[in-house]
């Protein structure tokens, strides 16, 4: 069974970079698409953006400007960079991996989360 | 942005219940809709993908439907371990987004 495990600071302070990383374990990070999602305390879910195994990647336009996420297939591991956060990017963090379909295609539905990590943008 | 509403927002309702939640699309989206329930401190649970199509794992008492615009989420009849918050997702275009919840309490 594949799982997901969210990792990295806790607490950022305003203006700087949140960094989070997801490791996946039971499983192999190829041939699949990984996601990460986000939930401000007490509200919905938002999803921030994907990245394919071979490192090519979506954005939310509401995003795009300070996101980056990358691959590390050796490690297992795609990793998660919001630069220049405020009090708005609090918020429960999640990693999570798009369903798989017939014939080794892909959905852009969520089949198996992280956790989850609360990062609290606060001086 | 497709934008996705769910309604409603609160439901309280007893175990043995049947019921029905509501999500409609600000445009078409055939059936690239999903179903999760999350419970207070967890991750997302998946439980209907393509609008209908049960996750595997998931009680049959959970069934979705519909299709285009307007979407619902049935629970047969609701067992303890069901209250929780509800959402769904559309995977028809990018940026992918979610409705706002309904909440399922006990009455």
Same mark, same amino acid.
């Given at each position: 069974q594949v799982q997901l495990q969210e990792s990295g600071p806790r607490l950022v302070k305003p203006s700087?970079?949140?960094?989070?990383?997801?490791?996946?374990?039971?499983?192999?990070?190829?041939?699949?698409?990984?996601?990460?999602?986000?939930?401000?305390?007490?509200?919905?879910l938002e999803w921030i953006g994907y990245i394919y195994y071979s490192g090519s990647t979506i954005y939310n336009p509401s995003l795009k400007s300070r996101v980056t996420?990358?691959? !590390? +297939?050796?490690?297992?591991?795609?990793?998660l960079k919001l630069?220049?956060?405020? =009090? =708005? !990017? +609090? =918020?429960v963090y999640y990693c999570a991996r798009h369903q798989t379909a017939v014939k080794g295609t892909f959905l852009n539905f969520f089949n198996f989360w992280g956790q989850g990590t609360l990062v609290t943008v606060s001086s | 942005d497709i934008q996705m509403t769910q309604?409603?927002? %609160?439901?309280?309702?007893?175990?043995?219940?049947?019921? /029905?939640?509501?999500?409609?699309?600000?445009q078409g989206i055939s059936s690239w809709l999903a179903? *999760?329930?999350?419970?207070?401190? #967890?991750?997302? #649970? %998946? $439980?209907? *993908?393509?609008?209908?199509? $049960?996750?595997s794992g998931v009680p049959s008492r959970f069934s979705g439907s519909g299709s285009g615009t307007d979407f619902t989420l049935t629970i047969s009849r609701l067992q303890p371990e069901d209250f929780a918050t509800y959402y769904c997702q559309q995977a028809n275009? %990018?940026? $992918? /987004? %979610?409705?706002?919840? /309904? #909440?399922?309490?006990? #009455?």
């Open positions: 700087e970079t949140l960094s989070l990383t997801c490791t996946v374990s039971g499983g192999s990070i190829s041939p699949y698409y990984w996601s990460w999602i986000r939930q401000p305390p007490g509200k919905g996420i990358s691959v !590390d +297939t050796s490690k297992k591991q795609f990793s630069t220049s956060v405020t =009090a =708005a !990017d +609090t =918020a | 309604s409603p927002s %609160f439901v309280s309702a007893s175990v043995g219940d049947r019921v /029905t939640i509501t999500c409609r699309a600000s179903w *999760y329930q999350q419970k207070p401190g #967890k991750a997302p #649970k %998946f $439980l209907i *993908y393509t609008a209908s199509n $049960l996750q275009s %990018f940026p $992918l /987004t %979610f409705g706002g919840g /309904t #909440k399922v309490e006990i #009455k």
